[in-house]
């Protein structure tokens, strides 16, 4: 009875072990994305001050959004400097 008491907490040792890993391994991308720098704006027209919407924002060719209806955008980024682009259609 004590070997089979043994090997089962030696199995329950490695199942914890390999859990606590596993757990490890899937969390690092949570942990990796918490490195981001977000940037928010607003964009309006210069003359009326008014917000545009739909106003394409780009940011180094890496990372892309467009102003929602009241010009506001956000965008999640690696830390760095970045050239931020706006265009719009039309």
Do not use: W, Y
């Not at 090997?7 to 199942?15: G, K, M, Q, V, W």
């Not at 490890?24 to 720098?37: D, H, N, P």
């Not at 102003?67 to 760095?80: K, Y």
């Amino acid at each position: 009875m004590k070997a089979s008491m043994t090997s089962f907490r030696a199995l329950s040792l490695e199942r914890f072990a390999c859990a606590l890993l596993m757990s490890a391994l899937l969390c690092g991308g949570a942990f990796a994305q918490g490195s981001q720098t977000r940037i928010v704006g607003l964009v309006i027209d210069a003359q009326s001050g008014r917000p545009l919407q739909g106003i394409n924002v780009l940011a180094d060719d890496d990372a892309g959004t467009v102003t929602d209806r009241h010009g506001v955008f956000a965008l999640s980024l690696p830390p760095g400097q970045r050239i931020v682009r706006l265009s719009a259609v039309g």
